[in-house]
């Protein structure tokens, strides 16, 4: 079953090609495949029903396929940029800090980048390697991120309002501090990602990974969890209100110490989430 899985990933992943952390996405979402499958399997569900249902929780595949561009990022734009992006580097670092005009960032080799305290406001970073680069306190409102490297990245107090970061390598990325309001990750590597004082307002993870991360001592207002791996996931002490676990294994997070509304409770009562020790507020 785990070869029909695969196909399934290869084939909607199919048409666009490579982009940053391909491999990696690709494997993270068929462990999540894989684990869904077997839970249905213990249910006693067959072969065929398991598989069928397994694909229905990943429904709107489409969806976040459709939000990464078909381009080529070894188009000759892209040359031309990775051609030249050692020499204009630095002027474009300069003309952003001095306020006299903005570049585009897209399909570009910008590892290590200081955009710190910059006004980055609806940019599109998508198809980037920005590995270990630094954004701490700029705003990123409306920012795109699609399909692009941002691991060892620095978030820290940034402005992410509304803000769209889908197919990324994040991996030990800081968010501490950060706004993500109205924020969409979409099938996203969290791996060693910090979200320590971060806001969590009308947030949304679609098909996201974020199994073993920690949301503790967090307020999280209208946040939507959807078809995402919560696995070992930890939730203590955080106040939810609002939640939504669409599809998501919320029955493997840890709710410990944890506040909630009515309505977030009963939902997770439902997924068979363990609420001992849990507030309603």
Same mark, same amino acid.
């Given at each position: 079953?785990?070869?029909?899985?695969?196909?399934?990933?290869?084939?909607?992943?199919?048409?666009?090609?490579?982009?940053?952390?391909?491999?990696? $996405?690709?494997?993270?979402?068929?462990?999540?495949?894989?684990?869904?499958?077997?839970?249905?399997?213990?249910?006693?569900?067959?072969?065929?029903?398991?598989?069928?249902?397994?694909?229905?929780?990943?429904?709107?595949?489409?969806?976040?396929?459709?939000?990464?561009?078909?381009?080529?990022?070894?188009?000759?734009?892209?040359?031309?940029?990775?051609?030249?992006?050692?020499?204009?580097?630095?002027?474009?670092?300069?003309?952003?800090?001095?306020?006299?005009?903005?570049?585009?960032?897209?399909?570009?080799?910008?590892?290590? $980048?200081?955009?710190?305290?910059?006004?980055?406001?609806?940019?599109?970073?998508?198809?980037?390697?920005?590995?270990?680069?630094?954004?701490?306190?700029?705003?990123?409102?409306?920012?795109?991120?699609?399909?692009?490297?941002?691991?060892?990245?620095?978030?820290?107090?940034?402005?992410?309002?509304?803000?769209?970061?889908?197919?990324?390598?994040?991996?030990?990325?800081?968010?501490?501090?950060?706004?993500?309001?109205?924020?969409?990750?979409?099938?996203?590597?969290?791996?060693?990602?910090?979200?320590?004082?971060?806001?969590?307002?009308?947030?949304?993870? $679609?098909?996201?990974?974020?199994?073993?991360?920690?949301?503790?001592?967090?307020?999280?207002?209208?946040?939507?969890?959807?078809?995402?791996?919560?696995?070992?996931?930890?939730?203590?002490?955080?106040?939810?209100?609002?939640?939504?676990?669409?599809?998501?294994?919320?029955?493997?997070?840890?709710?410990?110490?944890?506040?909630?509304?009515? $309505?977030?409770?009963?939902?997770?009562?439902?997924?068979?989430?363990?609420?001992?020790?849990?507030?309603?507020?």
């Amino acid at each position: 079953m785990e070869t029909k899985l695969k196909q399934f990933l290869d084939k909607a992943f199919a048409p666009y090609g490579d982009f940053p952390s391909r491999a990696d $996405i690709m494997s993270e979402l068929l462990d999540n495949l894989k684990e869904k499958y077997s839970d249905l399997k213990s249910e006693g569900l067959s072969d065929e029903e398991a598989y069928d249902k397994t694909i229905q929780s990943f429904g709107n595949v489409e969806e976040i396929m459709n939000e990464i561009p078909h381009e080529d990022p070894k188009s000759t734009l892209h040359d031309e940029i990775e051609k030249n992006v050692k020499e204009s580097l630095k002027a474009t670092f300069n003309m952003v800090k001095s306020g006299i005009g903005m570049s585009k960032f897209g399909a570009s080799d910008l590892k290590e $980048i200081d955009l710190s305290d910059t006004d980055l406001k609806g940019e599109n970073f998508s198809f980037s390697d920005l590995a270990n680069s630094d954004f701490s306190n700029s705003n990123l409102t409306k920012a795109v991120f699609r399909a692009a490297s941002l691991s060892g990245s620095n978030f820290e107090n940034a402005t992410l309002i509304e803000t769209e970061i889908s197919a990324c390598d994040l991996q030990n990325v800081n968010f501490k501090g950060t706004n993500l309001t109205k924020t969409v990750f979409k099938a996203d590597d969290f791996r060693g990602v910090k979200f320590e004082d971060t806001i969590l307002f009308e947030k949304r993870f $679609i098909n996201c990974d974020l199994h073993q991360r920690s949301f503790d001592n967090l307020e999280l207002d209208s946040v939507t969890f959807h078809g995402s791996s919560l696995r070992d996931t930890s939730f203590k002490n955080a106040t939810l209100q609002n939640v939504n676990f669409h599809h998501s294994d919320a029955k493997r997070a840890d709710f410990s110490g944890a506040k909630m509304d009515k $309505i977030t409770f009963a939902l997770l009562k439902n997924s068979k989430a363990n609420l001992e020790n849990v507030e309603i507020i």
